[in-house]
């Protein structure tokens, strides 16, 4: 027999083909047909076949060219049963071999039948394996199927129900609720909670119609005693942990102060090293930098980290304290120095932060009186209360902070050069939010974590938006950042944030082309025109690929590269 196989031409094989009753189409792996057998032309031919449609209906459940199995595809009058082969050569794939007939031939009668038998049994073991009950009812209300899990629940047999109506059912006790009735009669999803024998049981009714006709109605039974019991486990197990929550956070460790500012850019990293060897001496710190640019947390993790956490942290806004005003807040006074004086006095803000820590903010707001009181306090290390006669002993750490050049008012002659050096012992000068890019991205997913525990939301930002957040300007540093996501938290109705979703002034592109900021490091400055580059050609192409071609580099390095942005 092997002999004679070999000496089979491709006629003969065409042949044996051609002289089966079943279509046979063949595709390559995109799915294109190349090759039709008789039988193929002649279903077209009789029953109106449109290869192409039926190609694109079966599509849509499978990968034609790569997948295989059996399916069944509506032709609007009949239904065709398609069979998908692999169509292998040397190991290779080259693409699949359709085996298509009508369903009803009395050819293939016998092989549907195969087909619906084992669609039934896939069915029957999905509905026994499941852990909730499945009832089955008829549009007349007859039981006609019931799980393990049903039988385990009410303690019954099957066969005992199946055949019942489930009208009689209810009447005898088995079930307490008449779940079945109500579908039928509201012709919709009911959902019931009801007991039986201690176990807590919700009751969920589906009908099912065929061309508006209810033909029978599906029950799940859920026994969620054992869930109740895992929530009152996990409630008491929140409460705990909210317990411990507590109790870490009244823990003052150096750990804490990345809980309070977001590093990830090198310029950050290196502030933080600074505040981790300041915070462990007393000396004066002068912090600087644009409004916005999150000075004042700088603040907070410079007390956090040093041995006067224990004790007060007073922060003073000398630009909201009028001139005639400031040395009665600073430094107090006695009963009776002035008209309206209080009866016994006031302690004034440097005695309020005595062993702690005192934060002169907008320090460069001072007019060249209240500077002159200020530098011989911190030069005395004492205050003299207005009316007073005995100078008061103070131990108080400076911080001084401001966004305004202090050296150029002092070239102006509108601050005192032995103040400013005074204060400027220790300089931190916060960059803006354009010169730490790298903190853009983690600082815009603390926002939408922070304003979404707020607002009880569950937004999350997009690769989009991670590339649009990157390249803006934010002449508002952190401060318009943080206002930017709370507006697209509240106000974005999906989940995902697009860029579409960013206020109108945020879309504004105020930074064409390529621009290097400022005086810095090499490899930064190319890090930071690589990033322009691949912002701006990501504008303009759609694909990955076409990126890459227009940078004239590999697909995979602009992979990387964006993703990297996203982090």
């Known amino acids: 027999m092997k002999n004679t196989l070999l000496h089979f031409t491709t006629r003969d ?35 109106n076949v449109n290869y192409q449609e039926l190609l694109a209906k079966l599509s849509e459940q499978i990968d034609i060219g790569n997948g295989q199995g059996r399916f069944s ?45 084992n669609t039934l049994k896939e069915i029957d073991a999905i509905i026994e394996s499941v852990a909730d009950g499945v009832i089955v009812a008829d549009g007349a209300g007859i039981i006609i199927r019931i799980n393990k899990a049903v039988e385990r629940t009410f303690n019954v047999h099957r066969n005992t129900l199946i055949g019942q109506s489930s009208t009689l059912i209810v009447q005898k006790g088995v079930f307490k609720e008449g779940i079945v009735e109500k579908v039928l009669q509201q012709q919709d999803k009911v959902i019931v909670a009801s007991e039986y024998a201690g176990k807590k049981l919700i009751y969920t009714g589906i009908p099912s119609f065929n061309e508006k006709k209810l033909t029978c109605v599906i ?13 009152h486990k996990l409630e008491k197990q929140e409460l705990a942990m909210a317990d411990y929550v507590r109790e870490i956070a009244n823990m003052k460790s150096k750990d804490t102060v990345h809980d309070t500012i977001v590093v990830h ?25 644009e409004s916005g640019t999150g000075k004042e947390r700088v603040v907070d993790a410079i007390y956090q980290h040093s041995n006067r956490n224990m004790k007060p942290l007073i922060k003073i806004n000398c630009g909201a304290i009028p001139d005639t005003l400031f040395e009665s807040e600073l430094f107090g006074y006695e009963h009776g120095s002035f008209t309206g004086a209080r009866k016994n006095g006031k302690i004034g803000f440097f005695e309020l932060a005595n062993t702690g820590t005192l934060l002169l903010d907008e320090i460069g707001e001072l007019s060249l009186t209240s500077q002159v009181k200020l530098l011989r306090v911190i030069q005395e290390k004492e205050v003299l209360r207005i009316g007073g006669s005995k100078p008061v002993p103070i131990d108080v750490r400076i911080i001084a902070a401001t966004n305004r050049n202090l050296w150029n008012m002092v070239k102006e002659g509108t601050f005192r050069q032995d103040l400013y050096y005074r204060l400027n012992v220790i300089n931190i000068d916060v960059p803006p939010l354009r010169e730490r890019r790298d903190d853009i991205i ?7 974590e922070m304003y979404n525990e707020k607002y009880k939301k569950n937004k999350t930002l997009s690769l989009a938006i991670c590339h649009a957040l990157g390249e803006r300007n934010w ?16 106000l974005v109705p999906g989940n995902l944030l697009l860029p579409e979703h960013l206020p109108q002034k945020t879309t504004e592109d105020d930074k064409p082309g390529i621009v290097v900021h400022g005086i810095q490091p090499m490899k930064e400055a190319v890090h930071d025109v690589e990033r322009q580059l691949l912002m701006q050609a990501a504008k303009k192409y759609k694909t990955t690929r076409e990126i890459a071609y227009a940078l004239g580099i590999d697909q995979a390095t602009v992979s990387r590269k964006m993703n990297k942005l996203c982090r």
Not at 93 to 103: A, K, Q, T, W
Not at 270 to 288: A, G, K, W
Not at 442 to 448: D, G, K, N, S, T
């Open 475 to 490: 002449p508002g540093n952190i401060r318009e950042l943080e206002n930017v996501i709370e507006t697209m938290v509240v």
């Open 13 to 47: 094989y065409e042949n044996v083909i051609n002289a089966l009753y079943c279509s046979i189409l063949i595709v390559n792996r995109d799915g294109h047909p190349i090759y039709y057998n008789l039988a193929a032309q002649k279903l077209a031919k009789e029953s």
């Open 265 to 289: 850019s090198k310029k950050m990293t290196r502030i933080m090293e600074i505040i981790n060897v300041v915070s462990s001496v007393d000396s004066t710190v002068l912090i600087t930098g």
């Open 219 to 231: 029950v799940t039974i859920q026994d969620v005693s054992a869930m109740n019991m895992l929530r």
């Open 73 to 117: 595809i509506d032709n609007r009058t009949n239904w065709i049963i398609c069979n998908i082969y692999p169509w292998i050569n040397r190991e290779k794939r080259n693409g699949s071999i359709l085996v298509l007939h009508e369903s009803g031939h009395a050819v293939c009668a016998s092989q549907e039948v195969d087909i619906l038998t």
């Open 442 to 448: 983690p600082l815009a997913r603390y926002f939408v």
